[in-house]
């Protein structure tokens, strides 16, 4: 299906991944804008936002969404987590994608954590490893937050069971632990393995990007099937049917 998508956050990694696509995604770039330019002033021509600017943006772009009726897909990352729940009642009153990543594997990884997670027992310990670029400014990612959040919702703990690093004497690790470590370095696209670790065995799933197209053609198909449904909180598992 063809569509006319307003792209924010065009100068950024995603942005001109995105802008190589979209052509072939049969998705027409109808303005390709970044921080510093007006979005009302062309939010009337497209049928979908596609946003990867800064986390700044987004409570901005998300009241534009809204008062023009416009569906809006967000892969910008690096929200607090107050900002995050304030941001997503906003993101309810319009058709809404908003994911951590875009990339279908990734998704089924999300999928499988899941299924994993509330299989193994907490005699299973959990570590969350992700590697990304030297450039990338927030940690951990928005797929390993992504990742974490699954995690406590199947083992019902809250974010205090999170452990970012471990440094000096910190004492025997606790069955309700999660551990999660951020690795920056070179040009590494993104890579993230959860870990389940028993005695005697040990169970890893892992994705590992090499293209950025990945995740740009992930949110192109996003905006596509977003057009069209009616307001509401939606992510790649909903987009892939995983759900």
Not at 68 to 97: D, F, N, W, Y
Not at 140 to 166: V, Y
Not at 218 to 240: C, E, F, I, N
Request: glycine share 10%; hydrophobic share 45%; aromatic share 4%.
């Amino acid at each position: 299906m063809s569509i006319n998508a307003l792209l924010n956050g065009s100068r950024g990694r995603m942005g001109q991944a995105i802008a190589a696509a979209a052509a072939e995604a049969g998705v027409i770039l109808c303005a390709s804008l970044d921080a510093d330019d007006a979005v009302a002033d062309h939010i009337d021509a497209c049928d979908v936002i596609i946003d990867f600017s800064s986390h700044r943006a987004t409570e901005a772009l998300l009241e534009l969404a809204l008062a023009h009726k416009k569906p809006i897909v967000i892969g910008t990352t690096g929200h607090s987590a107050e900002e995050k729940t304030r941001l997503l009642g906003l993101a309810q009153q319009v058709p809404c994608v908003w994911a951590g990543n875009f990339s279908i594997g990734v998704n089924l990884l999300f999928a499988l954590t899941r299924r994993a997670s509330a299989i193994l027992g907490s005699d299973y310990d959990i570590e969350v490893v992700e590697m990304h670029h030297r450039f990338k400014k927030d940690a951990p990612s928005g797929t390993a937050a992504r990742l974490l959040e699954i995690i406590m919702e199947e083992r019902k703990l809250t974010a205090a069971a999170l452990r970012h690093g471990r440094e000096g004497i910190t004492g025997e690790r606790k069955p309700t632990e999660i551990g999660i470590h951020a690795l920056r370095g070179g040009d590494v696209v993104g890579d993230h393995t959860v870990m389940f670790a028993a005695m005697g065995e040990r169970l890893e799933l892992t994705h590992k990007a090499s293209d950025r197209g990945v995740f740009a053609r992930g949110s192109l198909r996003a905006a596509q099937w977003l057009v069209g449904r009616k307001a509401g909180l939606y992510d790649m598992q909903d987009v892939l049917g995983l759900q």
